[in-house]
């Protein structure tokens, strides 16, 4: 159920309205980054989340609170677009914001194209959930950092400041859920990767480029248990792939699996992929 407050999550103020910024300002509205895009991915999230009552709840107040952060930075978009409804060479600028919409905000980005549920990354894997939203945070603190690059007028700053700083509060949040369920680190979904091949770096992209771009052996080669593989065209030996076996174990789930579930969850054992590890154990 939601209900809605006529108070705004925070105060918005601007002095001068800068059409020109108010359509930039749009990206944060209806953009891939932007506030409906975070605040559907995580309710759409959570409202799936029937594995794990406790971060559901997490990924309701964090996609709650992003619905809030959709009014604000609505409000401070409004605020810039006025002169679309009042100066005629301001309207006949942007036909799209004034003609179709009457000046008022729109669900476009600072581009005119339309909001897409494409934006959103919604896996049905909490963890993966949880890795898509720490970088979807990542994403919009620099996004609203390079808005606050492109105006002078101090309450537009201000509010833009608050909603950049949320993003790393969240970013916060969520990260802290990924942590204490406590799986092994890249331990991803339920089945065990193969053992070899997944300690292979393929240092596939060798010789040098004409901006000076030279083959760098850098720690990422060989951290995490890597170790760098050269390729059959430099004369290395490749990929293990003829020499691995293919299938191995499941992965550590960790506490996710014990977190108290929802009526409507399904059965471990009736799960697709616990029923196909079944199968290959026996
Ligand atoms: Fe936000």
Known sequence: MYHHVKKLMYTVNVGTPDVRFGRMLLEQFGGPNGELAAAMQY??????????????????????????HLEVVGALIRMHLKP?????????????????GGGGVALRNSAGNPWTADYLKITGELDVDLRSNIAAEARAKVVYERLIDHT??????????FLMTREITHMKAFAAALETLEKKPF?????????????????????????????????????????????????????????????AGAEDRGKQDAAPKATTAAPTEELIGVRRLKRKAA
């Open 152 to 161: 002078e007028d101090p309450g537009s700053i201000d509010t833009l400041q």
């Open 187 to 247: 331990s991803v979904g339920r089945l065990a990767p193969t053992p070899v091949l997944v300690d292979e770096y393929l240092n596939a992209s060798t010789g040098e480029g004409n901006e000076g771009d030279a083959d760098t052996h850098g720690p990422w080669m060989a951290m995490n248990n890597l170790h760098p593989v050269e390729p059959h065209r430099d004369g290395g030996k490749g990929l293990s792939v003829e020499r691995v076996k293919g299938i």
């Open 84 to 100: 679309l409804k009042t100066e005629a060479e301001a309207a006949e600028a942007d036909p799209l914001l004034s003609i179709v």
């Open 43 to 68: 309710t759409i999230q959570g409202w799936n989340c029937v594995d794990d009552l406790g971060r559901r709840d997490l990924l309701l107040d964090i996609g709650t609170e992003e619905l809030s």
